[in-house]
């Protein structure tokens, strides 16, 4: 019995569904509403006291962080690996990753985006332009770092870590129009990633809000 | 040969240094002077395009990313072992550990605190008050995980990853000013770590800056 605590359009959450889809594993959906801020309730904090979603219920035990659950299916579950077998290959995946999991995604999640708008007061085009300098900002080290390491996908020819983090970020980076011309690396391996069903079945535009 | 793009106060920088301090591994130091945007210089993001602290420049390869820095030395420099033997045990402590990486230090660095006083304008206090917010949100959900994982560390009685994290961030949660008192178990961890060679010898007031 596996649950994933889940909302559509959260990009952690999708990062979860593609690693599970990758791994051919089953599970039930729980809908944690943002917009109606049931992530901040009682019984959703009793399972995640971050009250972020993702979370992942697996006999009984609930992990969080979208990362920390995606590295645990990845022990547990070896095929396909999302990560390569030598150290050096698994620290490049992992800080390609964590690039996106660090240091652009938290600062364009919706907390954030509500403290910006009720307790600084800034606008709705001030707003995104936050959302897309931090995109642009990382977006520009991810495609220097593709120079380096990709193949058809990020690392080499093989699907991994660093995929499962890119896509949804590049699907919050759409959303707010943004444009993905700039990184023809960055582009062309999305569009690779979303040939997969991994990829496009699990999409906030394919899943059930 | 092993080189630390280094900042003395760059929490993500504090991090790298317990881990090699912990793992008794020798490296140089390299100074990264943020605030004289070293950072951002075309020579360091030779090393690193993301232009952040730290990187770790081992036999000629460069990496970044602290969390995925400290994952590879966990991986090649076998003792004493960062993370738990059982995937569940090392999920809950990754997820500790990126509960500070991803939605406490991303928030509050300096590139953020710049964009929001030369951006948007927001005073002193208005910055302390962002500053002290995602510390408080953050810091209430790792005092409620403790209380299922802690014991005389943040993992039973065994150092690890989480720790690592913690202890830079209880560092700069101190230099605003954040009253420690409402987190006992965040509190006496960090002093039970500070007991430690590692985690004091490496702090930012025992290093050169």
């Known amino acids: ?6 909302y559509f359009r959260s990009s952690a959450a999708y990062r979860v569904r593609i690693a599970l889809a990758l791994k051919n594993l089953p599970y039930e959906r ?12 009682q019984t959703y ?9 993702p979370a992942l219920e697996e006999d009984g035990v609930t992990l969080t962080q979208s990362l920390a659950i995606c590295e645990y299916l990845d022990e547990v579950y070896l095929e396909p ?26 600062l364009n999640n919706m907390r954030v985006l509500r403290y910006l708008t009720q307790t600084f007061d800034v606008t709705a085009d001030e707003k995104d332009d936050w959302y897309r300098h931090w995109i642009d900002v990382g977006f520009a080290a991810f495609e220097s770092h593709l120079s380096r390491t990709a193949g058809l996908y990020c690392w080499g ?22 444009d993905m011309t700039r990184y023809p690396r960055i582009a062309a391996i ?8 991994a ?11």
């Not at 019995?1 to 889940?6: Q, S, V």
């Not at 020819?157 to 943004?178: E, G, M």
């Open 157 to 178: 020819d093989t699907v991994s870590l660093a995929d499962v983090c890119l896509v949804p970020q590049v699907y919050n980076a759409r959303r707010f129009q943004y």
């Open 30 to 41: 729980e809908h944690v509403l943002l917009l109606e801020n049931m992530q901040n309730s």
């Open 1 to 6: 019995m596996r649950t994933l605590y889940d």
């Open 190 to 197: 999305t569009e690779q990633c979303l040939s997969l069903p």
């Open 199 to 209: 990829f496009h079945l699990t999409s906030p535009e394919q899943v059930s809000s």
């Open 81 to 106: 690996a999302l990560l390569p077998v030598d150290a050096l290959g698994r620290a490049q995946v992992r800080a390609m990753a964590l690039s996106i999991a660090c240091d652009i995604h938290p």
């Open 45 to 53: 904090k009793a399972h995640n006291p971050q009250g972020l979603v």
